[in-house]
């Protein structure tokens, strides 16, 4: 029975990352239902570990559940984008502060280390350039975990964690609208810059504002869409 359980808690955790994947990558649109049979085939797995995969990424808002519709890929809204870009600016920008503060050299290296590997890539897509690069965006998430791990608190970097991987969506439409173009790698410099030089207010303003132009830039989508969910 134990072997049974650890089988399909795996074969969950498979499920979730391909769903996740499928829905970050734009396989399924906002809106859209997610059939059983059509998650099953994608899959590859009886409908037990998908069911447990939705579970999941329900609870991380990734997909609701409507008692007629059963479960849908969540939409996206201007409200919830101030939301989570308030939440960020606020959590992520003190965890920086106390890591610029607690911070040893191993710290510094991880943050030079991960930078580094961060530039060393193109963000975009060859053959569609207002895609982001999966692997850029691994390293992408790395380099501002890096920034965050000496914080002190493994609580605060769970809350960063989750909160950076809910406004997932939301960068991604960023890099895909006509006119976003802006200098993310230059902000992610002086992000790094402020942080090793230690200057702990100033990386954590750097960070909000870094976080801003990203809302910023999506603002002016929603408003168009007439402030409505997508």
Same mark, same amino acid.
């Given at each position: 029975?134990? !072997?049974?359980?650890?089988?399909?808690?795996?074969?969950?955790?498979? =499920?979730?990352?391909t769903?996740?994947?499928?829905?970050?990558?734009?396989?399924?649109? %906002?809106?859209?239902? /997610?059939?059983?049979?059509?998650?099953?085939?994608?899959?590859?797995?009886?409908?037990? %570990?998908?069911?447990e995969?939705?579970?999941?990424?329900?609870?991380?808002?990734?997909?609701?559940?409507?008692?007629?519709?059963?479960?849908?890929?969540?939409?996206?809204?201007?409200?919830?984008?101030?939301?989570?870009?308030?939440?960020?600016?606020?959590?992520?920008?003190?965890?920086?502060?106390?890591?610029?503060a607690?911070?040893?050299?191993?710290?510094?290296?991880?943050?030079? =280390?991960?930078?580094?590997?961060?530039?060393?890539? %193109?963000?975009?897509?060859?053959?569609?350039p *207002?895609?982001?690069?999966?692997?850029?965006?691994?390293?992408?998430?790395?380099?501002?975990a890096?920034?965050?791990?000496?914080?002190? *608190? %493994?609580?605060? /970097?769970?809350?960063?964690?989750? /909160?950076?991987?809910?406004?997932?969506?939301?960068?991604?439409? *960023?890099? *895909?609208?006509?006119?976003?173009?802006?200098?993310?790698?230059?902000?992610?410099?002086?992000?790094?810059?402020?942080?090793?030089?230690?200057?702990?207010?100033?990386?954590?303003?750097?960070?909000?504002?870094?976080y801003?132009?990203?809302?910023?830039?999506? !603002?002016?989508?929603?408003?168009?869409?007439?402030?409505?969910?997508?």
């Amino acid at each position: 029975m134990g !072997e049974k359980r650890v089988g399909t808690r795996t074969l969950a955790g498979e =499920a979730y990352e391909t769903i996740r994947q499928a829905i970050r990558a734009g396989n399924f649109k %906002p809106g859209d239902r /997610l059939r059983f049979a059509d998650l099953q085939a994608l899959c590859g797995m009886s409908v037990t %570990p998908v069911r447990e995969a939705l579970t999941r990424l329900t609870a991380e808002g990734l997909t609701v559940l409507d008692d007629h519709r059963g479960y849908s890929v969540a939409r996206l809204s201007l409200e919830e984008l101030r939301d989570i870009t308030a939440a960020r600016q606020l959590c992520e920008s003190e965890a920086l502060r106390l890591s610029v503060a607690r911070g040893d050299a191993d710290w510094e290296a991880r943050v030079i =280390a991960a930078h580094h590997l961060m530039v060393r890539i %193109p963000q975009a897509r060859d053959d569609i350039p *207002s895609a982001m690069r999966e692997d850029w965006e691994a390293r992408h998430a790395a380099f501002h975990a890096a920034l965050i791990s000496a914080c002190g *608190s %493994p609580i605060l /970097l769970e809350i960063c964690e989750k /909160l950076f991987s809910r406004a997932d969506r939301y960068r991604r439409l *960023s890099v *895909s609208l006509a006119g976003a173009a802006r200098d993310v790698e230059g902000e992610h410099r002086r992000l790094m810059e402020r942080a090793l030089a230690r200057d702990g207010e100033g990386a954590a303003a750097a960070l909000r504002e870094h976080y801003g132009r990203t809302a910023a830039a999506l !603002e002016g989508f929603f408003q168009n869409e007439n402030g409505g969910p997508v």
